[in-house]
């Protein structure tokens, strides 16, 4: 009998930048099982996606209801992941017709199963700002979606509060998100199977990283301004490595705060480099620093290819529990002490293993959609 199609419904794919779309392809690649009728439905780009991911059941919708209606309606009684994020389907957050669209498919076909993975929810703001609106409308969609879905997954427990808050269900699932960049000695696709402990025989001690988008990397080196400048002068850092898209805006604003420490040219700024060569400098470099907070990281890509490099990650996070007791201090970056720092790491990367693995992360969410329901579905 052949496998039930997934029809996964996405943003943009690799090689296109998206968290998301990232986040959507690396579970496909380690999906366990038949994915010979796995299909992709994107917002857009699925032409570039399909060649160069060598994946050609990729198709758009451009955020248009009745594109996207038309093709569930092809597919039929199918499994449905929908990767949800409001301003993934819509400019200002607000999908109004998604859940409409949903709601016709499952009414015309009682086999078909959604499930849906919440990566973005509202947030608070005051009646006078201009998001509280659309935080509202955002609100009322994902009100609309959560009596669609068979199961429900999100990234944070803060998350998880919110949807049960939001929607009256008490059935929602946590998983964390894997690190988007896999540890690997040698360029290799992204395939289950494929990744390899990068574990560099010597660690520098002095050298630090930043990983992420701008905007992310602006807040890092925000957050620890005031510790750079006294990890300079102390010999501690000899060395800062700033890894991820450019960005006129954010840059921007980094560089005026750079060019105020004692030695700016302790700064490396690598910009976008291949997965290889970041896998690279995350397995020689000590530290990572991260500005993760306690409600959102494990949503953080860039926590998690720390933490499944075994490099160190310096956080304000020291005191919660696992696995952020894992990680350093600030004040402990500088005195922390060999055998210490490498308990820690290990206990971190231990931790990822077992619960951010990509193989992992695959079985979990499948598992939400057993094999034999499938096949009874089916039959």
Not at 190 to 200: E, H, N
Not at 319 to 327: E, G, M, Q, R
Request: net charge positive.
């Amino acid at each position: 009998m052949s496998p039930r199609p997934l029809i996964v419904i996405s943003t943009r794919l690799p090689p296109q930048l998206c968290g998301i779309g990232a986040f959507s392809w690396l579970l496909h690649r380690h999906w366990p099982g038949d994915t010979s009728r796995v299909r992709f439905l994107v917002v857009e780009g699925a032409a570039s996606s399909a060649a160069a991911l060598h994946h050609s059941a990729i198709s758009e919708f451009n955020a248009e209801a009745g594109k996207l209606s038309r093709a569930l309606e092809n597919v039929g009684d199918a499994d449905v992941l929908l990767h949800y994020a409001g301003r993934a389907y819509h400019r200002f957050g607000c999908p109004l017709w998604l859940p409409a669209v949903l709601a016709q498919w499952k009414a015309k076909y009682s086999a078909g199963r959604l499930l849906i993975f919440f990566h973005e929810l509202p947030g608070e703001f005051p009646i006078a700002s201009r998001h509280y609106w659309i935080d509202l409308c955002n609100r009322r969609i994902i009100r609309k979606l959560a009596p669609l879905a068979d199961a429900i997954v999100t990234n944070t427990s803060d998350h998880v509060t919110k949807i049960e808050k939001i929607s009256g269900r008490a059935d929602v699932h946590l998983v964390p998100v894997g690190s988007n960049i896999l540890p690997r000695l040698r360029d290799l696709s992204l395939r289950s199977g494929d990744a390899l402990v990068a574990d560099s025989p010597e660690r520098m001690r002095t050298e630090f990283v930043i990983f992420g988008l701008p905007f992310g990397r602006w807040q890092t080196v925000q957050m620890f301004d005031a510790e750079i400048r006294a990890w300079q002068a102390s010999g501690r850092l000899t060395r800062l490595h700033l890894v991820g898209p450019r960005d006129e805006k954010f840059d921007l604003r980094s560089e005026k705060l750079i060019a105020t420490w004692p030695d700016s040219r302790v700064v490396t700024r690598h910009g976008m480099l291949p997965s290889l060569e970041v896998s690279k400098l995350l397995a020689r470099a000590q530290f990572g620093l991260s500005h993760a907070t306690l409600e959102n990281w494990s949503k953080s890509t860039a926590f998690m290819a720390f933490a499944s490099h075994g490099c160190a990650i310096v956080g304000k996070l020291h005191s919660a529990p696992v696995p952020l007791c894992f990680t350093i201090s600030p004040d402990e970056a500088a005195t922390v002490s060999d055998a210490e720092l490498k308990r820690r790491t290990r206990s971190l990367k231990e931790w990822y293993d077992q619960n951010a693995d990509w193989n992992v992360i695959a079985r979990k969410i499948s598992a939400l959609l057993p094999a034999n329901v499938q096949e009874e579905t089916m039959a």
